[in-house]
């Protein structure tokens, strides 16, 4: 498990099951690499990120593979 800091936080949503959808083949490879998916809410598209996936991206190879 781990935690994850932040400087503000500017909104709280709460996303619909019909909002996602699968991550777009358009997007950049790197957003692919951490995305769970896209949310379509208001004119606005989010990237919905798969955050362990991404801290053992950014971990030395021999302390993600203890990780899991």
């Known amino acids: ?4 800091a932040v400087d ?4 709280v949503i ?3 099951a ?3 959808e699968r991550t777009p083949d358009a997007l950049d490879v790197r957003w692919k690499q951490v995305s769970q ?5 208001n004119k606005r ?3 919905m990120i798969d955050l362990t996936r991404l801290i053992d991206m ?3 190879q021999e302390q993600a593979s ?3």
């Open 8 to 11: 503000s936080v500017g909104e």
């Open 37 to 41: 998916g896209v949310l379509k809410q």
């Open 14 to 16: 709460s996303p619909k």
């Open 1 to 4: 498990q781990f935690g994850v």
């Open 58 to 60: 950014t971990l030395p």
């Open 45 to 47: 598209i989010l990237v």
């Open 18 to 20: 019909e909002e996602y």
């Open 66 to 68: 203890a990780s899991e």
